[in-house]
């Protein structure tokens, strides 16, 4: 399995407050990508980075900033937690180039009440 | 942009039976394509993917896939399920130029009766 770990696994917070998701690989890969996960809609792409300060908005930014300080961390905050952000968070990394295989976290289970 | 469209949300079918979830894509430019598993409380693994050459592609655990590109499809079989390919299945696509992030359908969950 490639190296991909996720923190917190699960959190229960309040709508308003600000919340802070990990994403660490051991594997060195350059791209990595956060996704969440919603019932209907499959998984979208929210951020990526393409290397150590380099990120991207993907199709469902709004409400969300990442950081990628150092090759094997990309965080992905949520500035105001809303209810509409209740959902599984996934953390994907790939080498470089398209035709590489995109390996996953476990995933965060996010609720926001 | 891509899209993907997965036609099923829902398959269930019998163990031994043999089973096709479908995928069709439309994308301006060429892509590549990619089918994933997801086990229950689990993160994505890959199933197989499509690159280039021969339209029949061969992965793990038995499955295999199509690439049809005169009806941008690209459907999943399997010519005997276990009840352990209990599972929802992911079809996406990626271009090779600008943003690399794969593109998922919405999913098809395939439940295996006994």
């Known amino acids: 399995d490639a190296g991909i770990t996720q923190s917190p696994r699960h959190k229960v917070t309040e709508t308003g407050t600000p919340v802070t998701l990990r994403c660490h690989q051991t594997?060195?890969?350059?791209?990595m990508y956060w996704y969440r996960q919603d019932p209907g809609h499959g998984l979208r792409l929210i951020h990526y980075?393409?290397?150590?300060?380099?990120?991207d908005k993907g199709e469902v930014s709004d409400g969300y900033s990442v950081s990628r300080s150092k090759t094997e961390d990309f965080l992905l905050t949520l500035e105001s937690a809303t209810s509409s952000q209740t959902s599984v968070y996934f953390c994907?990394?790939?080498?470089?180039?398209?035709?590489?295989?995109?390996?996953f976290g476990p995933g965060t289970r996010l609720t926001v009440l | 942009a891509q899209s993907v469209t997965q036609l099923d949300s829902q398959v269930p079918v019998f163990e031994e039976a043999p089973v096709e979830l479908r995928c069709n894509y439309s994308?301006?430019?060429?892509?590549?394509l990619f089918w994933y598993v997801q086990y229950p409380n689990q993160g994505l693994q890959l199933l197989l993917k499509?690159?280039?050459?021969?339209?029949l592609v061969k992965g793990i655990n038995g499955f295999e896939a199509e690439f049809n590109k005169s009806q941008t499809s690209f459907h999943l079989r399997k010519p005997s399920v276990h009840i352990s390919d209990t599972a929802e299945y992911f079809c996406?696509?990626?271009?090779?130029?600008?943003?690399?992030?794969?593109?998922f359908g919405s999913g098809t969950r395939l439940q295996v009766q006994p």
């Open positions: 994907a990394i790939s080498p470089a180039v398209a035709t590489d295989t995109q390996y």
């Open positions: 594997e060195n890969h350059r791209y």
């Open positions: 980075s393409y290397g150590v300060k380099d990120t």
């Open positions: 994308s301006s430019v060429s892509v590549y």
């Open positions: 499509y690159l280039s050459g021969s339209t």
């Open positions: 996406a696509v990626t271009k090779d130029t600008g943003r690399r992030a794969l593109t």
